[in-house]
Structure formats: structure tokens, C-alpha cells
């Protein structure tokens, strides 16, 4: 499988990973993994930016397609990069038991990520404590919304693991309906 981006900075709660080129960007809210033995680490994409290497030197327009741009400035593909930052759901051991909880080390620097496998996302989303996890990261809601919307293909009844996940998310909103109405309008996008 090919990968979508290499760690360039890790913690025990997340990290960042640079894309081998801007189409290979992850979804937003998507489930990707990172092979960090003993370890997996399974974690949640919550942001995707582009932007330059260079710290000095900020992009500009050319009123040009894409293509005719990278045909008269061939060193713009050397000097614009697409980034991602996952926030870890969970890991997994080396004999495949899926964890809801926080690795016990960061994934290391230069390890490739990959789209997690419907398989290691239906273990990591089997109950709601995944959503917990995301939600103590102070995540947009939009995140929670996109990460259950992601997480249904690999749950055969939908419907059922809809209204578990809904239950959960009351329980982490507590009191604040607006929200949680909210909430349960952005999985139906």
C-alpha cells in the first residue's frame, strides 16, 4: 500500500506527516496508521494544509493553471509541500489487539502513514471511547462529525452504530443541546 505522508513531528497525542505529493493528502477526519513497532498507532487526520518549505519566502499568484505554473517555475514542486496532523485514536499490538487509548510512545520521525484498513478502524470504533479521546484533543466539532462519518464503512449496521455513536456524543456534550443538534445535523453531510 502506498503511503500518504512521513512523520516530521510526533507527541503522545499526535503528529504531523508531510505528503510525498498534493494529491495524496488524506481527508479531513479520515482514519490513517502509522506502523511504529511495536506499535500501530491509528489516529484521526484534523487538519490538511499546503503551503512552502521556506519559511522566508511566502507563495505569490501567477494568474496561471496549474500546469502552465509548474511548466515556466519547475522549482515551485521543490518548495511547496501538503502537510497533515492526526490526532491519536488508539494503537495496536504486535499480535493485532486494537487499543482505545493513547499509544504509550509517540510514532517515530520518517515512519510512512498509510489509510487505516476498514478492519483497524471497525476495532478502534467498536464503542465510543475513541470519540472521547478525540473529543479531550478540544477538536472542532466538525472533526467529531467527519471522524463517525468515516468510521461508518467499516461498521456493517450503520444505523445501529450511528445511534451508539449519537449516545455518545449527548454524553460528551452534555447539557449544551444546540450543540449536540448541531453535531447530529453534520453527520447526516
Known sequence: MTHVGEIIASSTTRFSAQCPDEDSAPAFGSFVVVDAAPEQVIGVVAEVRAGTLDANRRPMAFGLSQEELFRQQPQLRELLATEFDAVHVGYGDDVGVWRQILPPRPPRLHRF?????????????????????LAAAEVADDLLAAAVRASLAAHGDARD???RMGRVLARLVGDDYERLQALLRRLRA
Open 161 to 163: 452504530y450511528l445511534v
Open 113 to 133: 502513514v498509510q489509510p487505516a484498513a476498514p478492519a483497524e478502524i471497525a476495532a478502534v470504533t467498536a464503542d465510543g471511547d475513541w470519540l472521547r479521546t
